[in-house]
């Protein structure tokens, strides 16, 4: 009964509007007075313990790294590269908008961030070259999904705090998994331009122009070698990479290319303040939301259940992605993984999948919840830019969601995708 009451009060105060974390937090409280096991001093100390990590310390340092980088001139030179990169093909502008996302992915480790730097850019520039608007808003929603799977990615370190996977492992493990998706979602976007005849650039690129657009770009192509090589490399811990990455930002933005100001600092700061203080209440509240879970022993349970209705491993893997993409609608990423990753972890123990693996199908999974409504927290951010609602851009970003499961199940069913690189350093 207790279960039920938590779940019940949680999605009517969903469907009321109020915020995730504080209907995680409600609902957890609703339970404990009803159930009178345990006192409210147990959200209290999950607040507590939950974000009294030193893992979890990498979450706000990158994404202040990700505000320094979006303020300092870094997306305008990303994208001078990727439209000498893609810009000759057909749909070229709306595909070098793809790869733009994905190089800002490497910097920014959230979906939101990547749409809105990119949106408030390459949106009007695609309109102002004869795309529709409802399309170029879709593509960069779309392709805003793969921040949280090209590392750094907060997503990845919440997965492997909350499953004790090695955090510098997911990181690795998700660099051919986000150029896959980004891939699939420049074919989608040739396509489309093709049936509608955009066109690319019609002056050629040539060796000079993408020797300069390197140059260019050059420091923000920097900041994810760093990261990644540190990691991997031994020098720095996946915490550490973080602090580093907010240095080698803040000396970009400010002295090399002077774009960012020490007086725009105190903005990005309190935006980084405030991006870093909503995560962190989710992180704590749904960690106490799911230790009532285990409590109550609905982990045991679905586990019990999904196994009930078939043994065929395939079929189970298709089960928990049905799961996950309908919880990925409805629940907040972060909120999404600290929750379900201890009720589905027994179930993939069992299948003898790699716990990297299954981080990379989770994240995936989730972050396609980016796109549908209720959360479609990038289709949120879209509208904001372009003004189109929100169910009309939900409508029009519908192919690049099939494109997008489709990678999903390659994903799933080609591991060594997600485990090639990590093997490679073991």
């Known amino acids: 009964m207790t279960a039920i009451i938590l779940f019940v009060s949680f999605f009517i105060l969903l469907a009321l509007s109020v915020p995730i974390g504080i209907s995680l937090g409600l609902a957890t409280m609703i339970s404990l007075l009803y159930s009178e096991t345990m006192s409210l001093n147990f959200i209290a100390q999950s607040l507590v313990t939950e974000t009294d990590s030193f893992p979890l310390m990498a979450v706000p340092f990158f994404i202040l790294a990700g505000e320094l980088m979006g303020r300092g001139g870094v997306t305008n030179r990303l994208y001078n590269l990727a439209y000498v990169m893609v810009g000759g093909f057909t749909g070229g502008f709306a595909m070098a908008t793809i790869v733009v996302c994905m190089f800002f992915a490497a910097i920014s480790g959230s979906g939101p961030a990547t749409v809105a730097a990119i949106g408030a850019i390459m949106i009007p520039a695609m309109v102002d070259m004869g795309y529709d608007k409802k399309f170029a808003t879709a593509t960069v929603a779309a392709a805003g999904t793969i921040g949280v799977i090209i590392p750094p990615s907060i997503p990845m370190i919440v997965y492997g705090t909350s499953s004790l996977t090695s955090i510098g492992d997911m990181f690795i493990a998700g660099i051919v998994p986000g150029i896959l998706i980004g891939i699939i979602l420049m074919i989608w976007a040739y396509i489309y331009s093709k049936k509608q005849g955009y066109k690319g650039r019609e002056e050629k690129a040539t060796f000079k122009n993408f020797i300069k657009s390197i140059w ?211």
């Open 216 to 426: 260019d770009a050059k420091w923000a192509l920097i900041i994810p070698v760093i990261i990644l090589g540190g990691i991997y490399g031994g020098i720095f811990t996946p915490t550490e990479a973080a602090v580093v990455a907010v240095a080698v930002a803040l000396i970009i933005g400010l002295f090399l290319h002077r774009e960012l100001k020490f007086k725009d600092l105190f903005g990005v700061f309190r935006d980084a303040a405030l991006t870093t203080a909503t995560i962190l209440i989710i992180v704590g509240v749904a960690a106490a939301f799911g230790r009532l879970l285990t409590i109550e022993q609905i982990p045991t349970q679905v586990a019990v259940l999904i196994t009930d209705l078939s043994t065929n491993p395939i079929i189970i893997l298709l089960l928990i992605t049905l799961l996950l993409l309908i919880v990925g609608s409805f629940m907040e990423t972060v909120a999404a993984i600290i929750i379900m990753t201890p009720i589905l972890m027994p179930i993939v123990t069992e299948l003898g999948l790699d716990p990297v693996h299954f981080g990379i199908m989770m994240v995936v999974n989730l972050a396609i919840g980016f796109i549908t409504p209720p959360v479609g927290v990038n289709l949120f951010v879209g509208s904001g830019i372009s003004g189109i609602p929100i169910m009309t851009l939900a409508r029009a970003v519908v192919p690049y969601l099939i494109a997008l499961i489709l990678s999903l199940l390659i994903i799933i069913f080609v591991p060594q995708l997600s485990t090639f690189l990590v093997s490679l350093g073991d």
